[in-house]
């Protein structure tokens, strides 16, 4: 780290201070709801202060300080002992899919599989489970994980389920696998043409495999899941995003039903994960929120939208600025049209909303930075966001700066493209692949996220990558290209404070301070001075929104 931590007899020496945000007592009674004491609390404040303990009263924190300052100044309903154990604020993703991620925790799970005849059998396995399913669906094969890296084809899964439609995604979501029932189920053809997508064909008939826009023709056609298949996934997704000490999610592309649901399981109890929302672009929620505006409470903050420029590099559909080095001749591809991406970039700036635009490949970064560049201006405070900026031509990389554009990045990304990235790229343009020390400088701060499902959801795994740059064996040795490593506090940072700015939500949460939510985590090492290899072995032991316990391990 650049500075060393203060000790908590340091912390001591800044009680004072660190209390000065709260009203003064004269009686030394002064009533709170919890006092958490005797832990080693990170506050990931201004100067990443470290403290013993914190008051909390009506959700929010009140004061922070030493365990003697704040027992002797507040009496408390209820005090925590924290053991000497370590505290950070609440942990916040900054790009996922948490609505998608509960309902594919119904579908067969495809993540970690050796082989396409693995694939297959989860597959099947699910339909046993699910007999009576009108689809069969799954997500997370990746072929680059298997001794042959070829895309698979339809074959087998015509003849198991010839009158089923079976779509698998791939883990990025950006490329599936369907068999001929879904294909036909959506008019699929060989002479099927979109822009933004593909329908592999070899040899005059489909491989079953979809690129990009393509998939969206087959997916469209699966029954939305009811109400209450939606409760259920939002509420598995956030039991499973609290035992890894996630309090607020960035949930990337959400459609307005969806957002009023949330909403009103918020206002209910239901839910109390707090969601930064970006919007599909779709015209319905353009005509919607263009009228109305952002909208903003305590738990929701719509006031973004999700826009794709290009697709995926381990799918290639990632557009780029010379062919891919192990495909003659192909680029990848954008996703809409340039005039499409300047419209729509007018139309939010104009309705102020923050435009957030996935881009991976190095020509799609270079198309949004230019067009942000067009709307923008120069420096500002919109706060648009470039989602992923994975590979960023040398020449590009000031826009950032320049145009006040934040990445908005995912370290695991890194780590589980690293084995295969370099045949996609070459040696010289994946020196210029996942740069994120270099996209953090261009603005001094940079939110991290994870894009669960597409990588685990634990937001340790992140730190893991930002900080090692290794995987989940700790390799390489030495790290994946370690000038792009983030330190420990930039790598703390992003995922409290920082994501909460990239979200203007700063003021209210991302930091242990006075006035902000009581959201916190208690976990049983600190990540902040652990061998990097024991960072993933991190146990969150109890999680709280609004100093109210929501996960305890048992």
Known sequence: MKKTLRTFAAAALLGASLLSGCSSSTTGSESVDLIVYNGNVYTVNENFDQAEAFAVKDGKIVAVGTTAELRAKYKATEELDA????????????????????????????????????????????????????????????????????????????????????????????????????LDMASVTPATKMVGGLVEVEKGRMTGILIDNAVDMVTSK?????????????????KNCFAVGLTSVADAGLDKATIDLMDAMHKSGELQMRVYAMLNPGQANQDYYFKNGPYKTDFLNVRSFKVYSDGALGSRGANLLKPYSDRKGHYGFLLATEKEFRDIAALLNQHGFQMNTHAIGDSANRLLLDIYGEVLGGKNDKRWRIEHSQIVNPADMNKYGRYSVLPSVQPTHATSDMYWAGDRLGKERIAHAYPFKQLL?????????????????????????????????????????????????EA??????????????????????????????????????????????????????????????Q
């Not at 995922?495 to 916190?520: C, V, Y």
């Open 83 to 182: 053991e000497g154990k370590t505290i950070y604020p609440g942990l916040i993703d900054g790009h996922a899919h948490f609505y998608r991620y509960g309902l594919a925790l119904q579908s067969a799970d495809l993540t970690g599989t050796a082989s396409f005849k693995e694939v297959v059998q989860k597959v099947v396995d699910q339909h046993k489970l699910y007999p009576n399913a009108d689809w069969v669906t799954g997500r997370g094969w990746d072929q680059n994980d298997w001794a042959v890296k070829e895309f698979p084809t339809k074959d087998t899964l015509d003849l198991l389920f010839p009158d089923t439609p079976v779509i698998i995604t791939r883990i990025d979501g950006h490329a599936a696998l369907a068999n001929q029932k879904a």
């Open 222 to 238: 699966i029954p939305e899941a009811d109400e209450q298949e939606q409760r259920q996934a939002l509420q598995n997704a956030q």
């Open 441 to 489: 400088d261009q603005n001094g701060y940079m939110p991290l996220g994870s894009d669960f499902p597409v990588e685990d959801i634990n937001p340790v795994y992140g730190f893991h990558a930002a900080v090692a740059r290794q995987d989940g064996k700790n390799w390489p040795e030495g790290g994946f290209q370690m000038e792009n490593a983030l330190s420990r506090e």
């Open 492 to 553: 703390m940072r992003g995922m409290t404070i920082w994501a909460a700015k990239a979200a203007f939500e700063e003021k209210e949460k991302g930091s242990i301070a006075p006035g902000k939510f009581a959201d916190f985590v208690i976990v049983d090492r600190d990540l902040m001075t652990i061998a990097p290899d024991q960072m993933r072995g991190l146990q969150v032991l109890r999680t709280y929104v609004n100093g109210k316990q929501v996960y305890r391990k």
